[in-house]
């Protein structure tokens, strides 16, 4: 996760997704009145499942997918 900073006043910023084609990114403070626009792309990711590792009876590791 990515926490935005105003460049300003150092107050979180807040990041709305507009979803246009191509989507815009509009990050607005929400102390001050500094806002940003940026255009985007479309990235698609597939997700890559992390085995769980939990640990059982005298150190065996055991692997769930
Ligand atoms: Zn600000």
């Known amino acids: 996760m990515i926490e935005y ?32 626009e940026e255009k985007s792309n479309i990235t698609q990711k597939v997700i890559a499942p992390i085995p769980m590792m939990t640990l059982t009876k005298h150190d065996e590791f055991t692997v769930y997918y």
């Open 5 to 36: 900073i105003c460049p300003e006043c150092g107050a979180k910023v807040n990041v709305l997704c507009l979803t246009s084609l191509p989507p815009i990114y509009r990050y607005k403070c929400s102390k001050c009145s500094y806002e940003y």
